[in-house]
């Protein structure tokens, strides 16, 4: 079946006639003040969320569909205490569609196949034959490629969109560049490779087809080790790698997370781990605070608080001056 997404929630007005897919992020189960059971559900596409209702036959609907598919949706949109939502009268499940992934998450702003070409130019630079043959033969897989290419950094802290991986690995990559120069006797290929790799393991933790969300392997392995057997195997094939190198690799990928408590099994105890636990710590964070900063109450120049970080953030007067 193909369907085209041509309807998005931010186009969405008040008395407009709705017709389109959407994907579920929540479905509930609820009872009217009239005691009649209704449907309340959050669809979701890559331009926002938007609340939806089912007030008929809402036991039969709610059989057809689970949280994480895509419906196809036909109602109308309606003001309910000045907030917009969707009244529904059908509401179907998706099968076999041809549908962008891109369409139901949010995306990179950024073009994944440039990202891509500017990581793989800096790929081309390590002088080391034993790293540069191993981060060839592992991008050399185009199943790898493409996973790496599109899949998030994140389910919801930091880059937790589509292509948020490439993202965050080119933005750490260059941080490195920019910042190693400062120090003496850093392994500079031990570096752009460490900086490549050390996330790899997220294109088989978190799954991305319709909304991001931890794989089975990735709740119960998680990717850094998901990350480290990946460049165990590779390592394995190629003749004469040298053990130290993959000692020192290794080593880099287990400890990026810096803490014992923050998921590393290691803590950083080498030069190049440290430098590259810390820019990935740095790169994380300033993704989450923009992408905090840029939602909530523009009216006002605090976020809202953001539980994680355990913190209200502030953005500053507004571009008029005014507080």
Request: a negative charge; aromatic letters at 8%; hydrophobic letters at 40%.
């Amino acid at each position: 079946m193909n369907i085209e997404k041509t309807l998005f929630v931010q186009g969405i007005q008040a008395g407009d006639k709705i017709r389109g897919v959407f994907l579920v992020t929540e479905k509930n189960l609820a009872v009217s003040q009239k005691g009649n059971p209704y449907l309340s559900l959050k669809l979701r596409d890559r331009s926002g969320d938007i609340e939806a209702r089912v007030w008929e036959d809402a036991l039969a609907v709610s059989e057809g569909f689970k949280k994480g598919d895509l419906v196809s949706v036909q109602g109308r949109a309606v003001n309910f205490r000045d907030v917009l939502q969707l009244s529904l009268y059908e509401c179907d499940p998706v099968t076999d569609a041809n549908l962008n992934p891109a369409d139901f998450s949010p995306a990179s702003r950024h073009d994944v196949e440039g990202m891509f070409a500017e990581l793989a130019a800096i790929m081309d630079t390590v002088e080391n034959p034993h790293l540069g043959a191993l981060l060839r033969r592992i991008f050399d897989n185009p199943e790898t490629t493409h996973a790496f290419k599109h899949a998030p950094a994140a389910k919801g802290f930091h880059h937790a969109y589509i292509g948020g991986l490439l993202e965050h690995t080119l933005s750490v990559t260059r941080l490195m560049i920019a910042v190693s120069g400062h120090y003496e006797d850093l392994n500079r290929d031990l570096l752009i490779t460490g900086c490549i790799l050390h996330d790899i393991g997220k294109i088989t933790e978190l799954s991305y087809s319709t909304m991001i969300d931890y794989t089975d392997e990735g709740r119960l392995v998680g990717h850094i080790v998901l990350g480290v057997e990946m460049a165990d195997r590779v390592i394995r094939e190629l003749e004469g790698f040298p053990e130290h190198l993959a000692l020192e690799l290794r080593h880099i990928l287990l400890s990026h997370h810096g803490l014992l408590e923050y998921g590393s099994p290691k803590r950083p105890k080498t030069r190049e781990a440290l430098l590259i636990n810390f820019i990935d710590d740095l790169d994380a964070k300033m993704n989450a605070f923009e992408t905090h900063m840029a939602g909530g109450d523009d009216d006002s120049p605090w976020t809202n608080y953001h539980r994680l970080l355990d913190r209200f953030l502030y953005r500053g007067p507004k571009p008029d001056g005014t507080p």
